[in-house]
């Protein structure tokens, strides 16, 4: 966590882990992190060499190791891209990239923006003896980190929600009180008016409200200022 709250980004974060992957894995040649995000796998970030090659080859066919370590949740090795018959034509086209071997380990499994640390090598059974403890363990830091970012975008994205809700009830009271003075009636009355017309005119309560605010006032009704957080 340290970490994470040491860098300036998400991005920042997820490039120190695959460094530190590549760093880990003797007989890498090169890594990359994918993240997928409306079933729309993207490299984010990669260390050493041909990991993003190596990705886009797999997100061409929407077939790989990457992807299924990503969709299913699971490690997937491959010792020896000469000898691999899953996945159609990607084993033979990382053998003449000259990678012979890729372990894969899913990141935020099972979540809307899951993904895969992906270890290429260019020898054949780079991955099979080697310790894990480490790789799972960046796995699941990159999970975390993707899970804080997620929440911090809800967090966000409630924020502008309830910032429109906030302006449009401003603007719907205001045309309230216009309707209750010109007719004399009740709020409860001068809504339903007003829910009618819009209802009538088939466009929505709060741009009926501001299109009468407008034509009162001769300028549209100025926006509330946004939602801060307190300090």
């Known amino acids: 966590m340290s970490v994470l709250l040491s860098t300036d980004s998400l991005e920042e974060f997820l490039k120190m882990l ?16 994918t993240l997928e995000r409306h079933k729309r ?11 993003p090659e190596l990705d886009e080859a797999q997100y061409g066919q929407d077939d790989g190791p990457c992807l299924q370590a990503l969709r299913q949740g699971e490690e997937v090795l491959v010792a020896d891209m000469l000898e691999e018959r ?4 990607y084993p033979a086209y990382a053998a003449a990239c ?20 992906n270890l290429y090598s260019p020898k054949a059974s780079a991955f099979p003896n080697i310790d894990l403890t480490g790789l799972r363990k960046l796995a699941e830091q990159a999970t975390g980190a993707i899970a804080l970012a997620q929440c911090i975008a809800d967090a966000q994205q409630y924020a502008t929600d309830l910032q429109h809700a906030m302006e449009s009830r401003t603007v719907i009271d205001q045309a309230t009180g216009v309707i209750m003075g010109q007719q004399r ?17 088939n466009i929505k309560l709060r741009d009926l409200c501001q299109e ?20």
């Open 185 to 201: 009636c009740t709020a409860d009355a001068a809504f339903a008016l007003l829910r009618k017309a819009s209802q009538h005119r």
């Open 212 to 231: 009468l605010i407008t034509n009162i006032g001769g300028a549209p009704p100025a926006d509330r200022r946004p939602l801060r957080p307190r300090p």
């Open 98 to 117: 000259g990678t012979r071997s890729s372990l894969s380990l899913p990141i935020a499994a099972h979540t809307h923006t899951a993904g895969a640390l």
């Open 41 to 51: 796998p993207l490299t984010v970030v990669s260390s050493g060499a041909g990991a």
């Open 18 to 33: 695959a460094d530190s992957a590549l760093a880990m894995a003797a007989g890498a040649g090169g890594v990359g992190i």
């Open 86 to 89: 899953r996945w159609g034509p």
